[in-house]
């Protein structure tokens, strides 16, 4: 039998045969929520194993038996000073290698990282399960927001209620127009782009200690610029007001290493442009365009705090199902830590 180790990674040094194996091990944690998925590719795999932007670092860690992987730890550290104070955790074990100690290592790891990084909170999110749950609670990091994530597939679009939503919205005759772009935003929308995405600070974080990152044009180019490494492009909806001013926007992933699988990005209506239909005009419009433009496209995934019941209401009536929840869990590192510690006193 194999010791387990756990150890930091630097996506650059990660050889073929190691992003394979984190191929596969993604692939079997998903296969647990949905066998029929196709496997995640390599290609998929290496872009995960990215090291962060100007605005945000992301620390990777892997745990081995011998030669091979049987979990993963995703840290994010957001520069922020609002966030400067959360290790952010996300851990992955191979069902086949779960209650070995793998993840309490990774764990560990990822603490002595957030002591280094002078980190008070812990944010751990993941798969809302029974498994993960017993894992969460023994080292007392309590539930604090549950995502529903959804699906819509769009072989079963109702493209006649996309057709209504788009023709319908008040905004419509009141002359808001919509203006929309596939990957970089261009220059001369850019600033009503970011006010229209701020909407985003409205969402909920129900009893989480987190605040949605700012907003600003630097963010946004450097975010871009990070997703076409990584193979992503972002298709965007953007609806401005009579006055050419910014109203809602809406915003979808594709990504080159997953090309059957859309991943809805933000969604937001400025405060006064609420109550015209405009989230469903811009919604209904995206949809149509996939279909139109991007026949690859067979999903489009979303997540939605299950206290965010306006956006959930959208997604409900265009078609969208429950696919899986997430659970997020928070608290401080000094009582995550003093947990593991007496976890460990008491397996001796």
Same mark, same amino acid.
């Given at each position: 039998?194999?010791?387990?180790?756990?150890?930091?990674?630097?996506?650059?040094?990660? /050889?073929?045969?190691?992003?394979?194996?984190?191929?596969?091990?993604?692939?079997? &944690?998903?296969?647990?929520?949905?066998?029929?998925?196709?496997?995640?590719? /390599?290609?998929?795999?290496?872009?995960? %194993?990215?090291?962060?932007?100007?605005?945000?670092?992301?620390?990777?860690?892997?745990?081995?038996?011998?030669?091979?992987?049987?979990?993963?730890?995703?840290?994010?550290?957001?520069?922020?000073?609002?966030?400067?104070?959360?290790?952010?955790?996300?851990?992955?074990?191979?069902?086949?290698?779960?209650?070995?100690?793998?993840?309490?290592?990774?764990?560990?790891?990822?603490?002595?990282?957030?002591?280094?990084?002078?980190?008070?909170?812990?944010?751990? *999110?993941?798969?809302?399960?029974?498994?993960?749950?017993?894992?969460?609670?023994?080292?007392?990091?309590?539930?604090?927001?549950?995502?529903?994530?959804?699906?819509?597939?769009?072989?079963?679009?109702?493209?006649?209620?996309?057709?209504? *939503?788009?023709?319908?919205?008040?905004?419509?005759?009141?002359?808001?127009?919509?203006?929309? *772009?596939?990957?970089? &935003?261009?220059?001369?929308? %850019?600033?009503?782009?970011?006010?229209?995405?701020?909407?985003?600070?409205?969402?909920?974080?129900?009893?989480?200690?987190?605040?949605?990152?700012?907003? /600003?044009?630097?963010?946004?180019?450097?975010?871009?610029?990070?997703?076409?490494?990584?193979?992503?492009?972002?298709?965007?909806?953007?609806?401005?007001?009579?006055? &050419?001013?910014?109203?809602?926007?809406?915003?979808?992933?594709?990504?080159?290493?997953?090309?059957?699988?859309?991943?809805?990005?933000? /969604?937001?209506?400025?405060?006064?442009?609420?109550?015209?239909?405009?989230?469903? *005009?811009?919604?209904?419009?995206?949809?149509?365009?996939? %279909?139109?433009?991007?026949?690859?496209?067979?999903?489009?995934?979303?997540?939605?705090?299950?206290?965010?019941?306006?956006?959930?209401?959208?997604?409900?009536?265009?078609?969208?199902?429950?696919?899986?929840?997430?659970?997020?869990?928070?608290?401080?590192?000094?009582?995550?830590?003093?947990?593991?510690?007496?976890?460990?006193?008491?397996?001796?």
């Amino acid at each position: 039998m194999n010791y387990i180790t756990t150890r930091e990674i630097h996506v650059e040094d990660v /050889t073929d045969s190691e992003v394979q194996q984190v191929a596969d091990l993604m692939s079997a &944690c998903a296969a647990e929520v949905d066998p029929k998925d196709p496997p995640f590719t /390599t290609g998929f795999a290496r872009g995960e %194993l990215h090291g962060g932007t100007a605005v945000r670092t992301m620390r990777r860690l892997f745990a081995t038996a011998g030669d091979e992987i049987v979990g993963l730890g995703e840290l994010e550290l957001h520069h922020d000073d609002a966030n400067k104070h959360i290790l952010g955790v996300y851990l992955q074990v191979h069902p086949t290698h779960r209650r070995q100690g793998a993840g309490t290592m990774l764990l560990e790891h990822a603490l002595k990282i957030g002591i280094e990084e002078d980190r008070s909170s812990v944010l751990a *999110w993941g798969v809302r399960s029974e498994v993960s749950a017993a894992f969460w609670d023994t080292f007392a990091l309590p539930e604090k927001q549950v995502e529903r994530m959804s699906r819509l597939r769009l072989a079963d679009v109702d493209q006649d209620l996309m057709t209504e *939503w788009r023709t319908t919205s008040t905004a419509r005759p009141a002359g808001y127009t919509l203006h929309s *772009w596939l990957g970089a &935003c261009p220059d001369e929308l %850019l600033t009503k782009y970011v006010e229209a995405y701020r909407a985003m600070y409205d969402a909920p974080f129900d009893e989480l200690d987190l605040s949605m990152p700012e907003i /600003t044009e630097e963010s946004i180019r450097v975010t871009e610029t990070n997703h076409a490494d990584r193979g992503m492009t972002e298709r965007v909806v953007l609806a401005l007001d009579p006055d &050419c001013a910014p109203a809602a926007v809406t915003e979808i992933a594709l990504l080159s290493t997953r090309p059957w699988h859309a991943w809805q990005q933000g /969604t937001s209506t400025i405060a006064a442009h609420r109550g015209q239909g405009l989230g469903r *005009w811009i919604k209904a419009e995206m949809v149509m365009q996939l %279909l139109e433009e991007h026949p690859e496209v067979a999903v489009i995934e979303t997540g939605n705090a299950s206290t965010n019941a306006s956006m959930l209401n959208i997604n409900n009536a265009m078609g969208f199902e429950v696919h899986e929840e997430e659970t997020a869990r928070q608290a401080s590192l000094v009582d995550v830590l003093a947990a593991v510690e007496a976890h460990r006193s008491s397996r001796g």
